[in-house]
């Protein structure tokens, strides 16, 4: 039965009328909405927005970036190859750097976790062996990722043969990590980093809960003596002397956790002829001295010496060829020289020394940094390739370039082969033209007038330090992505992802016959850039231009509606997009099918170490490659030509 009305209640009929004026714009509204793709629309501060398409997940397997956009994941090998080559110690528009290390360090556990530590093992071997990466920072931590992850206890038997061998997987997986250390640490910096990495790790992923670890295990130690005993006299004084210390380690630190014992390895070591020389660098890099080399010391001497001594190293009698080579060690020569400069205030001892010995700056005081006469002898003795590139702007100042050696800077900045040599990123010669250029260092209070001849001098090194590759004969868009988020710095250097991202562009505007070169953020602007522009003109002309939101698909779709043909796209980008109307991998089918170019081809060039793209995996025209890998002209031509 119906309830019974209340005596001031009255009884309602539906009419629907009342509705028809909703009705109807509910509908109209509804038509727009399908007519533009069932477009959302949002409030923000009060005002009413549409929601930009590529802010909708349109195709499956989509996932969300920094900035609220749709692109997609990238492959476990692209993304531990992005963070090896691009870093992560500085910060970005959307993310500081511990968030960005934490997601990549994330990514490469879980890849370890899936059984694919081989993956990132070759991955990071071949970018060390081709100097692909600018930075090391990166490379360190996922050796140190790789030597030192803990899933489980890999010491506990276990009866199931699948987790017995994936115990011996990680178990694999560390002593490769390990065998690879000489290759990838090649100076004490590394070293250190990498040591306090592998703490770091080890006590984070400890197995089994609250079990302590330090990471100071036989493998790590057995490794980081093997590291130090494979050097040569000469080198190893070299290296303890000119990094006694880095990162809050030193070599003495090393030695008190690793225990590196020379006599270990048995007549190895005592059938060598620079045996006695050895044992004098072990000690002096534990106790800071040098002793009294042995056919000098008389026999009160010799006793004293004896007292600290490796009590296994006397039993064992030195031979005459043993002593002689002591005696006339060049390599103890240098440590001797080292000390002895402590305190040096002699310009001309100092001087001596740097000749006598090849010290570097490094090995001499500070007091002694601002004489002209020994910047000239530090260049001259010859100065090493990297310590040159680096004090470019204190020679320039203190006046210790003359003509003549400017004109040997320039001559080793131009030559490709001893670029290769001393291993010189591109990046290295990038950010050191920008610092050089603008008269101040990035710290610091040092200023002083650049020589335009060094400037570009350092401007040529950098496009040769790049793997060459023959002109493609193809028409290029180069688009770059001027948004706001393209502020960032790029992989720990002074340079905005915009700047370098201007640097990356001219390499294929100079070898490429056909190219325009194009900017955009949430608007598209055409660039002027010519063969004959250089670097420092065009960051200009790119800093001078607007910011704005990203719209990742402009390009393609201003090349569609103005009927313009390429065969190529190249956008340099941190793949932050989200304000266009229309998804780059739509844009970019919809641009073939309208110019009849149907291989047309997009390249991505990721200028962060995100763990996403705008490339679409499934589209075989469009590649995803790390920007500021040096190989970059070789991988685009071999893309652009088919053969990969």
């Known amino acids: 039965m119906a309830e019974e009305l209340n005596e001031d209640q009255v009884a309602a009929n539906f009419d629907e009328s009342k509705l028809r004026d909703l009705s109807n714009v509910a509908a109209r509204l509804h038509r727009m909405q399908l007519a533009e793709d069932d477009m959302e629309i949002i409030v923000v501060d009060g005002e009413l927005q549409r929601l930009p398409r590529q802010m909708e997940q349109v195709k499956e397997g989509q996932v969300m970036n920094n900035a609220g956009g749709f692109v997609f994941p990238v492959s476990d090998e692209t993304q531990v190859r992005r963070f090896l080559i691009l870093g992560s110690d500085k910060g970005t528009y959307h993310q500081n750097a511990e968030k960005i290390t934490l997601d990549n360090a994330h990514r490469i556990v879980e890849i370890i976790q899936k059984g694919k530590g081989h993956k990132v093992l070759h991955e990071l071997a071949l970018i060390n062996a081709e100097n692909r990466n600018p930075k090391m920072n990166s490379m ?27 115990s011996e997987y990680i178990r694999a997986l560390h002593a490769a990590a390990l065998r690879l250390l000489p290759d990838v640490c090649r100076t004490p910096t590394h070293l250190f980093e990498f040591v306090d990495y592998c703490q770091t790790i080890a006590e984070s992923t400890k197995a089994g809960g609250a079990k302590s670890s330090t990471g100071w295990g036989r493998s790590l130690r057995n490794a980081i003596s093997k590291w130090y005993k494979e050097k040569t006299a000469e080198k190893l004084a070299m290296l303890l002397t000119k990094y006694p210390q880095r990162e809050g380690w030193s070599h003495r630190d090393l ?4 225990h590196p014992n020379l006599m270990d390895d048995g007549t190895h070591h005592t059938d060598r002829e620079d045996r006695l020389e050895r044992e004098q660098l072990f000690r002096f890099a534990v106790k800071g001295d040098l002793v009294k080399r042995k056919r000098k010391a008389n026999d009160e001497e010799k006793a004293k010496i004896e007292e600290s001594w490796d009590k296994r190293a006397l039993k064992v009698p030195y031979t005459e060829q043993q002593l002689v080579k002591e005696e006339k060690s060049r390599a103890l020569d240098l440590v001797e020289a080292y000390l002895s400069l402590k305190q040096e205030q002699s310009e001309e001892v100092i001087v001596e020394a740097i000749k006598k010995h090849g010290l570097v700056r490094e090995h001499l005081p500070t007091s002694s940094l601002n004489s002209k006469l020994v910047w000239e002898t530090l260049f001259d003795v010859p100065m090493p390739m990297t310590a040159m590139i680096r004090n470019l702007g204190k020679m320039t100042l203190v006046g210790a370039l003359d003509d003549n050696r400017v004109k040997s800077i320039v001559s080793r900045l131009t030559d490709q082969e001893e670029l290769r040599r001393a291993r010189i990123h591109p990046l290295t010669l990038l950010t050191a033209r920008s610092v050089y250029a603008r008269g101040r260092g990035d710290k610091g209070s040092l200023t002083w007038e650049p020589n335009q001849k060094i400037c570009d001098a350092l401007e040529a090194g950098f496009y040769k330090a790049f793997v060459n590759s023959p002109p493609t ?18 992989s720990s250097s002074p340079l905005s992802c915009r700047e370098a991202a201007t640097g990356m562009s001219l390499i294929n505007l100079h070898n490429e016959a056909e190219v325009k070169c194009v900017a955009f953020c949430d608007k598209l602007t055409e660039l002027p850039f010519t063969k004959d522009w250089k670097i420092g003109q065009v960051n200009d002309y790119v800093n001078n231009l607007s910011f704005g939101s990203t719209d990742c698909g402009l390009p393609m779709t201003w090349a569609t509606e103005n009927n313009l043909k390429f065969d190529v796209f190249i956008i340099y980008t941190d793949n932050d997009t989200w304000a266009g109307e229309i998804h780059p991998f739509e844009a970019i089918k919809k641009y073939r099918e309208a110019s009849g170019i149907h291989d047309a081809k997009v390249i991505v060039m990721a200028m962060q170490a995100y763990n996403y793209s705008i490339a679409d995996p499934s589209d075989a025209g469009m590649l995803d490659i790390t920007g500021f890998d040096s190989a970059v002209p070789q991988i685009v031509h071999e893309f652009v030509t088919g053969n990969i």
């Open 140 to 166: 360190l931590f996922t050796l140190a990722i790789c030597a030192r992850v803990s899933t489980h206890d890999t010491t506990k038997k276990n009866e199931c043969p699948i987790l017995h061998t994936y």
């Open 255 to 258: 030695f008190r956790l690793a």
């Open 473 to 490: 004969g193809k028409r290029y868009c180069l688009a770059l992505d001027v948004s706001g988020s393209m502020c960032s710095p790029v």
